[in-house]
């Protein structure tokens, strides 16, 4: 399967308020693996950006005055993403712009979705880590993925950062199940009426012959201990919490 990992910088937080993009950053993967094959550009949005904008990613006004604009790069964006599953952290915020971009550039170049799949890694990891901090940074310091030459947000660092982040959140168990999530307000995906496809992992249970290998591995290592096992004291504090 062909990925592409994507993010992008805007303006403001608001696309409903003429905000823009000034940046994608896109990581092709081929079979869960970054092919080295990236998308990345900076845009001339044609506007000013606002300073809490500019404070999180240190994009500025005068830098991007000699940027392209989105409709001189958009044939390069369709072609790169074409066919393939965006992955994208709260992929409704970033497909919000890309489709108000799309619509500026021309109708015939329809929504993202008109192009590929996407999948929101937010809604993911809700699920997988209810009721936590599901940030990009909150994500990267959980699973282990080094994110300690983020001083600022950019579209390809984070893209490459959210690949890592990617690859450790489904290593081992990926359900094959596809569904609608229509639900915006709790998993923040749809909100601009586009289909956001989320993959829900599928939690492997042991076996009772697993279970049972278990048990005697932990009565070997508490007979070697002289006592209890540091296991079999963390299984009784879960017991006791």
Known sequence: MRQVVLDTETTGLEVQLGHRLVEIGAVEMIGRRPTGNNFHTYLNPQRAIDEEASKV???KDEDLVDKPLFRDKVEEFINFIRGAELIIHNAAFDV???NAELRMAGAQYGKVTDHATVLDTLAM???MYPGQRNSLDALCKRLGVD???RDLHGG???AQLLADVYIAMTSGQVGLDFVFDANADAKATNAFDDIVIV???VVLRASSDEEELHTKR???LDKAAGGQSIWRKLEAEDTVH
């Open 96 to 98: 919000g712009f890309l």
């Open 199 to 201: 993959r829900r992992p």
């Open 57 to 59: 990613t240190g994009i």
């Open 147 to 149: 994110n300690t030459h």
């Open 218 to 220: 932990l009565d070997a």
């Open 156 to 158: 390809l660092l984070d």
């Open 125 to 127: 990891a809700r699920t």
